[in-house]
């Protein structure tokens, strides 16, 4: 048994052994018997599409006395919320922007603006107020506040949704229609180094808890939204002001806008209780599937079915025959296909670009789901399992350094 102020002292000592959730089960999988002597932190981490992430923002929009009430405000085009501060007369607004929402420019939404806050980029804020509208431009360092709220996230079980019926279906799980007679899936989650998959009890993710989100240290509020003991999440908070863009984003959709958030956490390995839990591998994590018709797990594959390929694309521009058709471009979600056809940083290998394609340009083995009915080819990844390990990494090196605890960040 160790106790947390044994492991926190061995971390203000720089002593602590602390690995990632990836470097664990690697070990895990290489036969080494491991004990609790033999590690005191696993950091784990996710990233993904957070439906439930919303920014709170405040900052002076005009002098004092310049209007009395502000009635709305857009930001790069995103409608926020404002409130619920009233704010009379003092030229100051607060606001409510969610990650979800869309702006009038095809393709941006809250999480786009998100990341662009954090990269400092200026936006335009257009308030309509009393005395008329407003229009200026802003950083986020000129924000007197920019905090993410997580209402729910980081879940422990996610789904794979097919299309049973004959038809293509269009949905909010996919960039594409999806293909009837169950020939394609698509998933979220990032399976064996997701925190709450390496504590499912949830007995070291209780509220109060340091935990990086996007990249910035924040803390855990409680569970979220729709959270239950089978099926556990996460609501967090952190101040945007020290988050990492390439930690977050936006994910364009044909017909909505969705937030990329990512979150890591510690685990102290006090005990044996402790260690048995991040031992788990994704090969005993069930991934069910479901009809995307009725959201109805009818059949379960596994998160080794979905993470044993390639967790990025290839490109061959030769085989682009028809530049014109552009699908690639068009439909990427994260913008990340130069005109060149060569992918930035940007991408997160959901795989839409191998799908659409009509040249076999691009290439990854997305991996397949076997199921009791047949096998399922994947079509479409809402998480990055890349970024949920940097998410990991981050917070291991944050410890390694000496500038985190548990029980403060
Ligand atoms: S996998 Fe393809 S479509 Fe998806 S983000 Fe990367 S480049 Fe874009
Ligand atoms: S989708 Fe394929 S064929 Fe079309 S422009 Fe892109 S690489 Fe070329």
Request: proline share 5%; net charge neutral.
């Amino acid at each position: 048994m160790k106790s947390i102020e044994d492991i926190n002292k061995k971390i203000a000592a720089k002593t602590a052994v602390v690995l990632t959730a990836s470097e664990l089960k690697k070990r895990i999988r290489a036969g080494e018997t491991i004990t609790p002597e033999d590690v005191d932190v696993v950091t784990c981490g996710t990233f993904g599409i957070m439906s439930g992430t919303a920014a709170v923002i405040a900052f002076q929009a005009a002098e004092p006395g310049a209007f009395r009430h502000a009635t709305s405000m857009t930001l790069n085009g995103v409608p926020t919320h404002l409130g619920p501060c009233p704010n009379e007369s003092n030229g100051h607004v607060d606001a409510m922007v969610y990650g979800t929402a869309a702006s009038s420019r095809t393709g941006y939404g809250g999480g786009h603006l998100f990341a662009d806050l954090v990269e400092k980029k200026s936006v335009e804020a257009v308030i309509e107020t009393d005395a008329g509208t407003i229009t200026k431009t802003i950083t986020i360092d000129e924000m007197s506040s920019a905090r993410m709220i997580v209402t729910r996230g980081a879940f422990k079980n996610y789904m794979a949704f097919v299309n049973p019926s004959e038809s293509e279906i269009t949905t909010i799980f996919s960039v594409t229609p999806m293909q009837g007679n169950m020939n394609e899936a698509t998933f979220s989650g990032c399976g064996e180094i997701n925190p709450l998959e390496n504590d499912p009890t949830l007995r070291f993710h209780t509220p109060g808890t340091g935990a990086l989100v996007n990249g910035a240290p924040g803390i855990i509020l409680g569970t979220g939204t729709r959270s239950s003991a089978a099926k556990p999440n996460l609501s967090l908070a952190a101040d945007m002001k020290n988050m990492d863009p390439n930690l977050m984003g936006g994910f364009r959709m044909p017909t909505a806008c969705e937030c990329l958030t990512s979150v890591a956490t510690a685990i102290p390995v006090t005990d044996d209780a402790a260690l048995a839990a991040l031992s788990i591998l994704d090969e005993n994590i069930s991934l069910p599937v479901a009809a995307v018709t009725n959201r109805t797990a009818f059949d379960a594959a596994t998160y080794a079915d979905a993470w044993n390929g390639d967790a990025r694309v290839r490109v061959d521009p030769k085989k682009c025959t028809t530049p014109e058709c552009n699908r690639c471009r068009d439909l990427c979600p994260r913008e990340a296909i130069r005109e060149d056809l060569s992918i930035t940083k940007s991408c997160m290998g959901c795989l839409t670009c191998v799908k659409v394609c009509p040249a076999g340009a691009y290439s990854a083995n997305g991996g397949t789901l076997h199921t009791s009915t047949g096998e399922i080819k994947i079509i479409l990844r809402q998480s990055d399992r890349v970024r949920g390990e940097l998410a990991a990494r981050t917070l291991r090196d944050r410890i390694r350094s000496g500038s985190w605890r548990f029980g403060g960040v």
